[in-house]
């Protein structure tokens, strides 16, 4: 029986469009509506997957960043997590944190809840980084199993399908590991009333990088942020022929 630590990050809402500060210096998030990254969402679903199957004992969900994210928090134990821990950072630390300070947090927290997994989502949909898993799995020195699509528990092994571009990969690796989760891994369950009632009276601990020893000094510097280019709008052709004339109108071939 085993602990697993499940990061749920909280990002402005897939469905809201995206718009850049005046400044270039990012993206507008006052007034916006924000929620938990899927692949986050698909990460709580198969720990309480596991935790049901009785592989696992308890289901800790994390997030990092200023008090709003105990809201994606209260959502992971409404969906079934046990409890959670709220690592508070705020202002420019915040504004400048990316995936090598929460691997560092990730892995200073594996080691003090003394965790047998760590599953992660791949990415998250906010900046696409895909490292945090892999960084805190280089952190920690343990295996890795990421773009998971499939996760079956063996005693102390773990057998993971992986997602690649040839198709899928079997590997077996032994915990304690970090995991990634993939979009075709399960399909999260909704929160019941009930599930979000109970999940007010569960504790969440607050606590500071600087509690676990993390240096959250950011080595990147982000220069500016632009729109993606407006695209033109399309022409309809009758022929082949007009297809091919159009193109080589436009220079295209």
């Not at 850049?20 to 997957?49: L, R, W, Y």
């Not at 773990?158 to 690796?173: F, Q």
Request: aromatic content about 4%; hydrophobic content about 40%; charged content about 30%.
């Amino acid at each position: 029986m085993s602990r697993v630590l499940v990061g749920v990050k909280r990002v402005i809402d897939y469905a809201v469009k995206i718009r850049v500060k005046p400044d270039q210096s990012g993206v507008v998030t006052d007034g916006v509506k924000h929620s938990m990254n899927p692949f986050c969402e698909i990460a709580v679903e198969e720990a309480v997957k596991l935790k049901e199957k009785k592989f696992i004992k308890e289901v800790v969900a994390v997030s990092c960043g200023p008090s709003q994210v105990t809201e994606t928090i209260r959502t992971a134990l409404a969906m079934g997590c046990d409890r959670g821990i709220h690592v508070e950072v705020s202002g420019k630390d915040y504004e400048a944190m990316g995936p090598l300070q929460i691997s560092k947090i990730f892995a200073a927290l594996a080691k003090k809840e003394e965790a047998s997994l760590v599953i992660l989502g791949k990415q998250a949909i906010d900046d696409d980084c895909n490292q945090t898993g892999q960084m805190t799995a280089a952190l920690l020195d343990w295996p890795q199993g990421t773009f998971a699509s499939e996760v079956t528990i063996d005693g102390e092994t773990v057998k993971v399908v992986r997602e690649i571009d040839g198709g899928l990969e079997t590997i077996k690796i032994s915990m304690p590991a970090v995991l990634t989760a993939d979009l075709r891994l399960n399909t999260p369950r909704y929160a019941t009333l009930p599930n979000i009632m109970k999940a007010k009276k569960k504790k969440i601990a607050n606590m500071k990088p600087a509690d676990l020893g993390v240096d959250m000094v950011s080595r990147v510097e982000v220069l500016r942020v632009d729109e993606p280019p407006t695209r033109l709008a399309g022409v309809k052709v009758e022929t082949v022929d007009d297809l091919v004339a159009k193109l080589k109108a436009n220079g295209t071939i």
